[in-house]
């Protein structure tokens, strides 16, 4: 994905979906679909 780094580990879905250029809700989609596929990590 490109958008995280060591010095940018975590972001909201607001922030993805900006920097990607997408709804909200694409992006939601998205990292729920990556999360399901054990590809991406939420950190609380």
Same mark, same amino acid.
């Not at 909200?24 to 950190?43: M, N, P």
């Given at each position: 994905? #490109?958008?995280? !780094?060591? @010095? @940018?580990? &975590?972001? !909201?879905?607001? @922030?993805? /979906? #900006?920097? %990607? +250029?997408? /709804?909200? +809700?694409? /992006?939601?989609?998205? %990292? +729920?679909?990556?999360?399901?596929? &054990? +590809? %991406?990590?939420?950190?609380?």
């Amino acid at each position: 994905m #490109g958008l995280f !780094s060591v @010095e @940018e580990p &975590d972001f !909201s879905v607001k @922030e993805i /979906a #900006g920097r %990607l +250029s997408i /709804a909200d +809700s694409t /992006a939601h989609r998205l %990292l +729920s679909t990556l999360k399901k596929k &054990d +590809s %991406l990590q939420k950190i609380i």
